[in-house]
């Protein structure tokens, strides 16, 4: 289990007008960068955000976002995490185990949730790490909690969402030119 690449996806979404970067990093064991994915901005019409109406969100991290991310990826990881668990719906079209990842307050999940377990961050113990599933899923709890137990030895859990998010805003200008440029 030395051996393993963790994947943390996340999402930059900009307010006006409506625009969706998407963006993956996956790392070994240490924390290194092994490959980074970006997605040119998904910026939905008035008219789709209208129909879509609440499940935009969740149909283009899904959908347009996380699922083409992980499928481009040359470092297949063991694991993908994310800190927004409207992510959690792309699990049915990922063959690799998602999980969304959060610090918590508390030690046990609020409720007696089976898709939820929370564990002490092994470097900072009076931190509580906190994982989900998606819903029908929860095996990927089991061999999601070894990885990220084994990981928050060296970077605690949601260090490298910040490194992604900082790399989609440096990139920016570059992905909206690259779809300027290719008309998708």
């Not at 990093?25 to 924390?31: G, Y």
Request: charged content about 25%; aromatic content about 8%; some cysteine.
């Amino acid at each position: 289990m030395d051996e393993f690449r963790l994947a943390f996806a996340t999402a930059v979404i900009e307010a006006n007008p409506v625009k969706f970067f998407g963006g993956i990093l996956v790392v070994d064991p240490s924390s290194d960068p092994l490959e980074l994915r970006c997605t040119s901005p998904v910026q939905p019409l008035p008219i789709q955000q209208i129909l879509w109406g609440q499940r935009l969100k969740r149909y283009i991290l899904t959908e347009l976002l996380l699922i083409p991310l992980v499928n481009a990826l040359e470092s297949r990881p063991d694991l993908v995490l994310t800190q927004d668990p409207d992510f959690l719906g792309a699990r049915e079209g990922m063959s690799v185990p998602l999980l969304c990842v959060s610090e918590s307050s508390v030690e046990t999940p609020a409720h007696d949730d089976e898709h939820a377990i929370v564990f002490s961050d092994p470097l900072n113990p009076s931190r509580w790490i906190c994982l989900n599933s998606a819903n029908g899923y929860v095996e990927d709890l089991d061999s999601g909690r070894r990885l990220v137990e084994t990981f928050a030895r060296a970077c605690f859990p949601l260090e490298p969402f910040r490194r992604v998010e900082e790399a989609l805003k440096a990139l920016k200008s570059k992905l909206e030119s690259r779809t300027a440029a290719t008309g998708k």
